[in-house]
């Protein structure tokens, strides 16, 4: 289970996200980026971050804490933005939270040193969650007190977007070419005998497990949230098993990348946002 808080203050809105997250202070003397069940992507976003984001940090990879936020959306009463008020509105009760990393910057690959070994398992694990959304465009990795950070594993698990289809993404190629690892000579190999066997039913079951209930509810096609869990289990296991449909599509475009140009540049360091904001 994730630790659960209860929001006090909302302190601004990011408007880097698609979804409109929120920076809010906790009961717990805490500071989370905070994403709500009601925008309009909805709350299977929530599920892929926990899901993703708990079986990275099983598999080693570093997540920042994710926990479940409470909120009363009288917080955001004295919001001047009407977006951000009809969000808070639309979003009472449990949402889920990301532990701030203040100060931390992009994660650049010419700016940071990146491990081939790091680099080898980030795609791996990418790969296996299907994740189209970090690339050099978007690299949703953050360079903090000199170690990266994986964040933003809303775009995973498309699959439970249509249950119906479900088994067609379980040999689904995975589409590496834009990756922002692919030139930092990423070990493939080492990555697959290394996770691979991690990977277990009893992973995957405390992954899931962190989930709340009434995000898995009414799900059509299930009898309840624990018969969905089990899907989740049983769906992560076949896409494990069927590396050899999609990882050699990853190691062609690591050796393509490796033979080609430098890659394109991302969008560099970035300043943290009180600083942008001209805040002091």
Same mark, same amino acid.
């Given at each position: 289970?994730?630790?659960?808080?209860?929001?006090?203050?909302?302190? !601004?809105?990011? +408007?880097?996200?698609?979804?409109?997250?929120?920076?809010?202070?906790?009961?717990?003397?805490? !500071?989370?980026?905070?994403?709500?069940?009601?925008?309009?992507?909805? +709350?299977?976003?929530?599920?892929?971050?926990?899901?993703?984001?708990?079986?990275? +940090?099983?598999?080693?990879?570093?997540?920042?804490?994710?926990?479940?936020?409470?909120?009363?959306?009288?917080?955001?009463?004295?919001?001047?933005?009407?977006?951000?008020?009809?969000?808070?509105?639309?979003?009472?009760?449990? &949402?889920?939270?990301?532990?701030?990393?203040?100060?931390?910057?992009?994660?650049?690959?010419?700016?940071?040193?990146?491990?081939?070994?790091?680099?080898?398992?980030?795609?791996?694990? @990418? $790969?296996?969650?299907? &994740?189209?959304?970090?690339?050099?465009? &978007?690299? &949703?990795?953050?360079?903090?007190?000199?170690s990266p950070y994986l964040i933003d594993h809303g775009a995973t698990l498309t699959f439970q977007h249509a249950w119906s289809a479900a088994e067609g993404w379980?040999?689904?190629?995975? $589409?590496?070419?834009?990756?922002?690892?692919?030139?930092?000579?990423?070990?493939?190999?080492?990555?697959? $005998?290394?996770?691979?066997?991690?990977?277990?039913?009893?992973?995957?079951?405390?992954?899931? @497990?962190?989930?709340? @209930?009434?995000?898995?509810?009414?799900?059509?096609?299930?009898?309840?949230?624990?018969?969905?869990?089990?899907?989740f289990v049983a769906q992560l296991l076949a896409r494990r098993d069927a590396r050899e449909a999609w990882l050699p599509g990853v190691r062609a475009a690591v050796?393509?990348? $490796?033979?080609?140009?430098?890659?394109?540049?991302?969008?560099?360091?970035?300043?943290?946002?009180?600083?942008?904001?001209? +805040? !002091?």
């Amino acid at each position: 289970m994730l630790r659960h808080v209860t929001a006090i203050r909302y302190v !601004t809105p990011l +408007r880097e996200g698609g979804s409109l997250p929120g920076l809010m202070e906790a009961d717990d003397l805490g !500071t989370y980026v905070v994403k709500f069940h009601g925008a309009g992507q909805g +709350r299977k976003v929530l599920v892929a971050e926990i899901v993703s984001g708990e079986l990275a +940090r099983g598999l080693g990879l570093p997540v920042p804490e994710l926990v479940t936020v409470e909120l009363d959306p009288a917080l955001g009463a004295s919001e001047p933005d009407q977006e951000v008020q009809e969000l808070l509105r639309a979003s009472p009760g449990m &949402n889920l939270g990301m532990d701030f990393l203040p100060g931390a910057l992009d994660l650049d690959t010419k700016a940071f040193p990146v491990d081939p070994a790091f680099a080898g398992r980030v795609m791996w694990f @990418d $790969a296996l969650v299907g &994740n189209v959304d970090r690339s050099w465009r &978007n690299t &949703n990795m953050l360079f903090w007190h000199g170690s990266p950070y994986l964040i933003d594993h809303g775009a995973t698990l498309t699959f439970q977007h249509a249950w119906s289809a479900a088994e067609g993404w379980v040999g689904r190629a995975y $589409a590496a070419e834009d990756h922002v690892l692919l030139g930092c000579h990423p070990d493939l190999d080492a990555a697959d $005998a290394a996770l691979a066997p991690l990977v277990t039913p009893e992973l995957l079951r405390a992954a899931v @497990d962190a989930v709340p @209930d009434r995000w898995l509810a009414d799900e059509p096609g299930f009898d309840g949230p624990d018969a969905v869990r089990a899907a989740f289990v049983a769906q992560l296991l076949a896409r494990r098993d069927a590396r050899e449909a999609w990882l050699p599509g990853v190691r062609a475009a690591v050796a393509a990348r $490796a033979e080609g140009a430098e890659p394109p540049d991302t969008r560099g360091r970035k300043l943290p946002f009180w600083v942008a904001e001209g +805040r !002091t």
